[in-house]
């Protein structure tokens, strides 16, 4: 058994899933995010890294990134997503790498967690990016049953409204 580098496997991990996450980045590359940004998504990271199944010693944030952000706007709040891998080791000589992002809301200027993902593999984060940033659209579809209701309280407005002016027209003796 050939025993490979940690670094080599991991930075293999990561070129993989920075060319999948090529288009998605193009918008967040150029965003120079502050200091106090990078620590509070690092602190977020490592919380949950800790609130994990496997709270092994050596499990450690890799790879910390950026993947979508939205401006906060005086209509709507912000939005943050953030990917990273973690590397724990199973057993003496197996690593197991899981993938993870974070989505974060900007609330008048504060970053508060909305909630932490965990995934298997970088094609199921991608997947739910995916979903998560273009929803596929829904079509308002109205049960059959709620339809014949509203039918019928149309109808049923159109009769009495002819009854009352059938009646209307009566006691005022005028005929049709």
Known sequence: MEIVPLSSIL??????SRKRNLSLRHQVEHIQFPR??????????????????????????????PCHFEEETESRYGRQIWF???MSYQVPHERKIECGALE???????????????FASDTEREEWIDQRLNPPVKVASCCTMTRVWVYLAILGV???AM????????FLNVTI
């Open 11 to 16: 930075h293999a991990h990561v070129q993989e």
């Open 36 to 65: 106090k940004t990078w620590q509070a998504v690092t602190e977020h990271a490592l919380r949950e890294l800790s609130f994990r199944e496997s709270q092994e010693a050596s499990s450690r944030i890799e790879n910390l990134r």
């Open 84 to 86: 990273f891998e973690s």
């Open 104 to 118: 974060f809301s900007m609330e008048y200027g504060l970053l508060e967690l909305v909630d932490c993902y965990w």
């Open 158 to 160: 159109v009769f009495l």
């Open 163 to 170: 009854g009352w002016t059938f009646s209307l027209l009566r």
